[in-house]
């Protein structure tokens, strides 16, 4: 059995693809993570994307590793969980740490 | 094995005839039962003692059952064979039981080995109560569980060594009487003194002398005055009076001397005297303890003999007194008769010679015989006329009565005629002579009869003195003076001696001559004459080269007086006087007499006597003279010739001149009494010279009589036969100490100084094996050791002598060889004594075989050592290791090796080699090995020289023991013994090593199993010390049960005491609690039901009880205590709690209520710990002073892992002594630690990180700190199925977390290889390791060929 984790594309009202994720990623789920992340890379066609980490409650470096050939064009949005990890990734620069979660 | 033998006979096989006779008993009717049954204990004690060769008995079981071997039925057990076999000790010695009984009583109860030397026991072995002696030791033995079951007892008898000392003591104080000279009475006196001392072999002695008047009781010992023993009728004298000794029964009032028993018999044995009736007789009442055996008599004999011998001595004493006085008497007398000498002798001679004269020339005398006594009787008479007339010549010199007559004489013709007399004697010698006298232009005056004398002497001195060369005589004339010369070439006179030279009657000592006759007046005469004709004499001589006299005479008349000179008369030139000088020189010259022929004797006890005599005709005469009185004669010309013959073969006399070539009479005796085979030899001395400093000279010297010539044959044979009488006597005494030294029990040896052995006894020969013949034995005495075989006995051996040659006494006990090779030890004692005799110093030594006594305290201590060892060992192969290094030093050995066969396989091998393995042994040595382990058990084996080996019995099969020896030295006998004696003791301690480790084991099992559970749930720790050692449980508890719920019970309990008693009731008390906290799940129901149990078991009351039950998920705790002391809580923050509520009385002390409980729960990541009393109890204070310093230790600890702070707790709590009570303690801190194992698979990972996650939440740990412990666990997790795996799919991964009040410790453990993080090369991974860094307080990755541990720590915000 994986790792829990399902993914979503949709787009903001501005246009902007948004990758949803919710669950865990880690070395047996960061292949599917892997290609969501492609896929969205795709759809926003050059233009930056959203990855929404907000309702992921555990990532690890096999999740960042993913994370990491997207981005340039990348903006994350992360929970308080998450950030120690992305800080230190070096990632806290195009990471947005919503509140509420 | 065989199987039609009967049952058991193993067990006797190599017994011989004991073991047959063991077999024939009936064991059925013994507490032993039949031998098929009996331990291996009793087996091996039983094969010991029948395979050696030293006495030994043995006694096993209830009643103390008899065994023994062939050598203790031999020595000591006598007529009780076989009856002894196999009956109660007690019985088979009734008679010495008061003795022996306590001794073994002693060796049973303490198990320590008793050792008596020489002890006196009274047996009934032989007939009648015997009085013996034993040295003994008793050496307890033990049955297969090790208790005390018997006795093993290796014996010496004694007897013989302890009585031949006795009796050899009082001869030898019989032999000890410092004063020489002593009347009989003193004698008496003195021997009943020394006979008193030994009330033990002579109750009493009666000593009676036959006297003139009847028989006289003259002395008695251990007797009244007056005792009615003493009445001579008793006694059959008739007997005695023949020589012969008899035993009288006794009876009536008699005394006991030192026995509780008076003699029943005594031994009438005569005081003999040499060729006569006894002197008298000596009664002995005899030791009714002991057989009149041989020895027994031999004694009684010996101190008669040596009475006898003291009054001999006293009497023979009285006798030389009287005699002394007689010769002195008769010395005396022939002082005056030679004072009286005159020219009264001439008138006789004359008419001896005369007729003699006539006879000889008689044509009718074919007798040859007669013709040559007569020729004696001619040369003798003339020699003696000679000597009468040099006397006489000289008495007429001092008296100036000396008429000479000088008249005008041809010098060179008058001493050519003289000197041609002496022709033929001078070249009879071999010798040259020249005579060269050429005519002188005018005659000399002079007396001729005097001027022959002048010529005679000289020339016979020149021939008497030389041996090579010549002779020469010349006259001349120079200067007025006529000269003489008379040279040759003899042995010369030293130049101290020249002043002398014509000193009258001084003779040149030690001079070489051909005879010592000579009165040394001739040279004095020659001068005297020479003066007379107004002449000088001088005298020239080189030592060793020759002599020159010159005789120097005036010419013409007017130095001589005028009366004096006549006309020149008609007579001859040379005068009858001529003869005796020549016939006197030829007697000197060899092949001058006939050999003496050996005439038969003629008597029936002759003696021998050997004859010295330079004077061959004197010769001839003793020896016809001695051999018609039916001696036995050897004749021979000097003293060196006779000193060569007597130490060839001693004769009962020597007859000796004193004055004699080569070697004197007073020399010859000096060298006999200097040599020890010939210091006894009588030496009759035979000398011209008369006067009493002559005759002390020579009694001085050691001689035993002195004779001064004439004398008279019947005064020669009566004094030959006086001496030969008193030499048989006195060699009576030299005979007596020949046989009493014989008769030490003791070798006996006189050395000198250089360490030379002299003398010797028949035990010595006994001993060692060599004999007097070898004697004197130099060192390195063939006894020793040998140098290259065994260095160190040599070693011992060449100190011992210098001991011996450097100290004035001493005693030393040194290894020694017998002549056939075998080792013996001798302890031997010796004492430095100036030899009578000579003044020369030598040692006197005595040693006796204490080869038994040395093996038996080598046994001994042996045995000792090997105990040691075993009680040391608490394994089999700990036991071997220790024994081992102990046999190869008892003897010497290069190294041991022991190797267990336990079947399959090869066998086990230790040694005393560091490391040593069976493989790597070579064939040969895994073939001797193998061969020794075929051989019978317990019987050593040394067939190669270096080796010795032996097979015994092993706990896991046989064992072999293979010695191999430093040296080549032989395994004797003792040896062997002994190596038989320590494999049985050893195989006995390896069955009982054996059988104590698997009660050990047992016995911990055992206590385990009481303790408490084998596997505890996780988050506690638990610590028990009882307070009694060995064991491992004392009367304290702890339990924990995990109930059905999930819930965990714990339990602290302790039992009143300690030890196995209190052990016993806690195990008991556990098991219920447990059952009953598995039935209520409640502490206090718990508790009030184990207060009925309780009541049940005694001991059980008043034990404390802490009960509670836990849950392990919420820390809630419910508890109760049964007057326990309070369990103690430390939060994280460091504030402490006592559980001390749900208190009430002890187990067992009637309730009147039920028993409270109460509840707590226990904070997260608090300590919680249960103890008992003796964690925390001290005498002389307060119990919360040791709960507050117990709270103090778990609060500082409250940081450290479980284990560490159980140690630590522990640790700091025990008092400087250790614990005096049992402990027990039980901690737990909640929650407990979180122990996953899954596989090493991507998958598992979500599910991991839930189980995390909830375990965090229990530990209380804030949100963040939880996210950073997942991410590094999963990163370390991640890595190890990345990499660890990769190979290796299926592996598994292990996770353990604990927490303690501050900080969290993860522990990842996978079985694979992980590669130290290389970012460059690898910049995902590496990101991972990153993230493990910067997320944890400390991470660690420890790499093993096993598998790589990841440790995380993480700090706990408070």
Redesign the interface.
């Known amino acids: ?4 984790l399902t993914c979503s594309t949709g787009r903001r009202p501005d246009g902007a693809v948004v990758l949803t994720a919710t669950g ?1 990623i ?3 789920n960061a292949a599917a993570f892997a290609t969501a992340l492609t896929s969205a890379d795709g759809e926003s066609d050059g233009a930056p994307f959203v990855v929404d980490l907000t309702r992921v409650e ?5 999740g ?2 993913v994370l990491f050939p997207h981005v340039d064009r990348l903006r994350l949005r992360s929970n ?3 950030a ?2 992305l800080t ?2 070096g990632l806290d620069d195009i990471t947005t740490v919503s509140e509420e979660s | 094995m065989t199987q039609d033998r009967p049952a058991g006979a193993e067990v006797f096989a190599g017994g011989g005839d004991v073991g047959r006779d063991l077999l024939r008993v009936d064991w059925e009717q013994t507490p032993l039962g039949p031998p098929q049954q009996w331990p291996q204990s009793l087996r091996t004690a039983v094969s010991i003692l029948l395979s050696s060769r030293f006495p030994m008995w043995m006694a096993w079981g209830p009643q103390l059952t008899f065994f023994c071997n062939a050598a203790y039925r031999r020595d000591t057990l006598g007529r009780k064979y076989p009856w002894a076999l196999g009956r109660p000790a007690n019985e088979v010695w009734a008679e010495i039981w008061d003795d022996i009984g306590p001794r073994i009583e002693t060796v049973l109860s303490t198990g320590h080995a008793t050792w008596d030397e020489a002890l006196l026991l009274f047996l009934e072995r032989s007939g009648y109560t015997e009085e013996t002696y034993h040295t003994f030791s008793y050496s307890p033995l033990r049955d297969d569980d090790g208790a005390l079951v018997g006795m093993l007892c290796v014996v010496s008898e004694e007897t013989d060594r302890v009585i031949g000392e006795r009796r050899m003591a009082t001869l030898r104080d019989l032999g000890s009487d410092p004063s020489v000279v002593r009347t009989e009475a003193q004698t008496l006196d003195f021997a009943g003194s020394q006979l008193g001392r030994n009330l033990r072999d002579l109750p009493f002695t009666l000593t009676y002398l036959f006297e003139p008047g009847g028989v006289r009781l003259a002395q008695a010992t251990g007797v009244p005055v007056g005792h009615p023993l003493g009445h001579v009728d008793k006694w059959p004298t008739e007997v005695v009076a023949r020589g012969d000794a008899v035993v009288v029964p006794l009876d009536g009032d008699r005394p006991a001397g030192d026995w509780p028993e008076p003699p029943d018999e005594a031994l009438l044995v005569p005081l003999l005297q040499q060729g006569d009736i006894p002197y008298g007789f000596m009664v002995a009442g005899l030791n009714r303890y002991r057989a009149l055996d041989e020895s027994y008599r031999g004694f009684v004999e010996l101190t008669a003999g040596h009475v006898a011998a003291g009054i001999a001595s006293a009497r023979s004493y009285q006798a030389q007194q009287r005699r002394a006085e007689e010769l002195a008497e008769l010395d005396r007398a022939k002082t005056a008769f030679f004072s009286n000498i005159s020219h009264e002798f001439r008138t006789p001679l004359t008419l001896i010679m005369g007729p003699l004269e006539e006879l000889l020339t008689r044509a009718d005398l074919a007798d040859d015989s007669v013709r040559a006594e007569l020729e004696v009787i001619h040369r003798n008479g003339l020699r003696l006329g000679k000597l009468v007339n040099v006397l006489l010549d000289f008495s007429r010199l001092e008296a100036g009565r000396m008429q000479a007559r000088f008249e005008p004489v041809d010098l060179a013709n008058a001493t050519a005629e003289l000197a041609s007399v002496f022709r033929s004697a001078v070249e009879r010698a071999g010798l040259t002579f020249e005579v060269d006298t050429p005519p002188l232009r005018e005659p000399v005056h002079l007396d001729r009869g005097m001027w022959e004398k002048i010529v005679l002497n000289l020339l016979s001195n020149a021939l008497k003195f030389t041996f090579t060369g010549g002779v020469r005589i010349a006259v001349r004339e120079e200067a007025g003076v006529a000269t003489v010369t008379v040279t040759d070439t003899g042995v010369g006179v030293p130049t101290d001696e020249m002043p002398r030279l014509f000193e009258r009657f001084h003779r040149i000592e030690n001079a070489r001559s051909r005879s010592n006759e000579g009165s040394g007046i001739g040279l004095a005469l020659v001068k005297e004459l020479v003066e007379l004709h107004g002449g000088t004499i001088t005298a020239e001589s080189t030592f060793g080269e020759g002599t020159t006299f010159t005789i120097r005479l005036p010419l013409g008349i007017d130095h001589l007086p005028a009366g004096a000179v006549t006309s020149p008369s008609s007579t001859a030139a040379v005068t009858s006087g001529a003869e005796p000088y020549v016939q006197e020189a030829l007697r000197w010259l060899p092949g001058a007499a006939p050999a003496t022929p050996d005439l038969p004797p003629t008597t029936k006890a002759p003696a021998t006597v050997l004859v010295a005599d330079d004077n061959a005709d004197m010769r001839d005469y003793l020896g016809r003279l001695l051999r018609s009185a039916g001696h036995i004669v050897q004749t021979v010309p000097d003293g060196q010739a006779a000193l060569e013959a007597a130490r060839v073969r001693n004769p009962d006399l020597i007859v000796s001149d004193v004055m004699m070539p080569r070697l004197g009479g007073l020399e010859l005796v000096a060298a006999l009494r200097a040599d020890s085979r010939t210091a006894g030899t009588p030496v009759l001395l035979l000398s011209a010279r008369a006067g009493q400093e002559a005759s002390i000279e020579g009694l001085e010297a050691g001689a035993d009589d002195y004779l001064v010539k004439p004398f008279s044959s019947a005064e020669l044979l009566a004094r030959v036969r006086a001496n030969v009488e008193l030499a048989r006597l006195r060699n009576h005494h030299s005979r007596w100490r020949t046989a009493l030294i014989d008769s030490l029990q003791e070798a006996f040896f006189v050395c000198d100084e250089d360490g030379v052995v002299i003398e010797t006894n028949s035990t010595f020969t006994d001993v060692l094996g060599f004999g007097p013949e070898g004697l004197p034995y130099p060192p390195v005495h063939p006894w020793w050791p040998d140098h290259d075989t065994d260095p160190a006995a040599y070693e011992q051996v060449a100190e011992a002598l210098e001991l011996l040659v450097g100290q004035t006494r001493g005693n030393y006990t040194i290894p020694v060889q017998h002549r056939d090779g075998h080792r013996l030890w001798v302890a031997a004692a010796f004492n430095q004594v100036a030899d009578p005799d000579t003044g020369r110093r030598v040692i006197v030594g005595t040693f006796r075989d204490v080869t038994d006594e040395h093996y038996a305290v080598q046994r001994e201590s042996a045995l000792a050592a090997l105990s040691v060892r075993l009680s040391q060992a608490e394994s089999l192969p700990g036991a071997l290791s220790g024994v081992l290094p102990e046999l190869g030093e008892l003897w010497q050995a290069k190294r041991v090796h022991a190797a267990v066969f336990n079947g399959s396989g090869p066998p086990t091998l230790v040694t005393t080699d560091e490391y040593a393995r069976w493989d790597a042994l070579t064939p040969e040595r895994r073939q001797a090995l193998t061969d020794l382990r075929d051989k019978p058990l317990l019987t050593p084996v040394a067939d190669e020289p270096g080796r010795a080996g032996i097979a015994l019995e092993h706990p896991d099969g046989t064992m072999v023991l293979s010695l191999e020896l430093r040296e080549k030295r032989p395994f004797t006998e003792q040896d062997r013994t002994l190596l038989a004696l320590l494999a049985g003791h050893l195989g006995q301690g390896l069955h009982r090593i054996h059988q104590i480790d698997e009660q050990r084991e047992t016995a911990l099992a055992l206590q385990r199993a009481i303790l408490g559970p084998a596997q505890l749930p996780v988050g506690f720790a638990v610590r028990y010390a009882p307070a009694t050692r060995p064991l491992k449980v004392g009367g304290d508890w702890y339990d924990t049960v995990t109930l059905t719920d999930g819930r965990i019970g714990i339990v602290v309990g302790d039992c009143v005491g300690h030890g196995l008693e209190a052990a016993t009731v806690m195990g008991q008390l556990r098991s219920a609690c447990r059952a009953l906290l598995l039935q209520n799940t409640d502490p206090a129901q718990t508790l009030t039901a184990l207060d009925r149990f309780a009541a049940q078991l005694p001991g059980a009351m008043c034990a404390t009880v802490f009960c509670g039950v836990l849950d392990p998920a919420t820390g809630d705790l419910t508890y109760a205590s049964a007057g326990h002391p309070p369990a103690v809580v430390a939060r994280p923050d460091g504030a402490t709690d006592l559980l001390d509520q749900g208190r009430s009385r002890p187990l067992g002390v009637r309730a009147a209520a039920d028993r409270p409980e109460a509840h707590y729960t226990v904070p997260v990541r608090a300590t919680l710990l249960l103890y008992t009393d003796g964690l925390v109890e001290r005498r002389r204070q307060s119990l919360t002073v040791g709960i507050d310093r117990v709270v103090a230790a778990v609060q500082q600890g409250r940081g450290a892992s479980l284990e560490e702070l159980a140690t630590d707790v522990m640790d700091s709590m025990e008092p400087a002594t250790g614990y005096d009570d049992d402990v027990a303690l039980l901690l737990y801190r909640q929650p407990g630690p979180l122990e996953v194992e899954f596989p090493a698979e ?2 598992r ?2 599910p991991l ?1 839930s189980t995390l996650r909830t375990w965090l939440a229990r530990c209380g740990v804030d ?2 700190t939880q ?2 412990v ?2 590094a666990v ?2 370390a997790c ?1 890595n190890a ?2 990499h660890g795996h990769r190979q290796l799919p299926g592996g598994l991964i292990r996770l353990r977390a604990a927490a303690t009040a501050h900080t969290l410790h993860l522990t990842i453990t996978d079985t694979g290889l992980w590669k130290t993080p290389q970012p460059a090369a690898n910049p ?2 590496g ?2 390791f ?2 493990m860094r ?2 944890m307080s400390e991470v660690t990755v420890t790499t093993g060929t096993a598998g790589t541990i990841v440790g995380l720590q993480a700090r706990i915000s408070r």
Do not use: F, K
């Open positions: 059995m994986s790792t829990p865990e880690d070395m047996s555990y990532i690890d470096s096999a960042l590793a308080r969980l998450l120690p990890v230190i990734a | 991507a998958t990972l979500a990180r949100s963040t996210q950073n997942l991410v999963g990163e991640a199925i990345e995902h991974r990101r991972g990153a993230l910067a997320l």
